[in-house]
């Protein structure tokens, strides 16, 4: 069980606002890479009113031909560790930064399930990375529980949560 368990519509919501309040106050733009979310973390933030004021764009790059393509990922990297990696995340997340006018990025890769999981990298396993232009990239890995719809739904929670950190950090 983790904190992100039970994250609710309400409270992703409630994410998502404050990371609003926090880009406008500090007049920047976010941008997201998403892989194993489908674009759930930008639906939850571009659900508020008035979100283009603080919301630059967002990517979904599933296969390794967009990651490469779209965000600039080694094929290096994603041959020596895979899409499901910190380096993959962490290259994810730079990219997405130098490619859109965005002050803060989130970038994230896993595997969401119900199939595609190993031994070493079993369903449930996600990397999220946070980066603020100009600073460095960082990087957490994550093993969420349950099927398809909660590994997702946690992974946009904790997106959302390390982005809110970093802004307010």
């Known amino acids: 069980m983790n904190d992100f368990d039970t994250s609710s519509d309400a409270h992703l919501r409630a994410l998502a606002e404050a990371v609003a309040a926090e880009a406008l106050r500090q007049k920047l733009m976010v941008v997201t890479a998403e892989s194993c979310t489908g674009g759930w973390i930008a639906k939850t933030l571009t ?15 599933y296969s390794y031909g967009a990651k490469e393509a779209l965000l600039g990922v080694n094929p290096h990297t994603l041959e020596r560790t895979g899409a499901v990696s910190e380096e993959t995340a962490l290259e994810m997340v730079s990219g997405a930064l130098a490619r859109f006018g965005a002050g803060v990025a989130v970038a994230v890769t896993g595997i969401a399930g119900p199939s595609g999981g190993t031994p070493e ?32 739904r946690q992974t946009v929670a904790a997106a959302l949560t390390g982005v809110r ?5």
Do not use: C, H, N
């Not at 659900?47 to 990517?59: C, E, K, N, R, T």
């Not at 950190?165 to 950090?169: A, D, I, K, V, Y």
């Open 121 to 152: 990298k079993p369903v449930g396993t996600v990397w999220i990375a946070w980066k603020r232009r100009g600073g460095y990239a960082r990087a957490q890995l994550f093993r969420f529980a349950g099927d398809r719809e909660a590994v997702r």
């Open 165 to 169: 950190q970093m802004l307010t950090g």
């Open 47 to 61: 659900d508020l009113p008035g979100s283009s004021a603080w919301f630059d764009a967002g990517v979904v790059t």
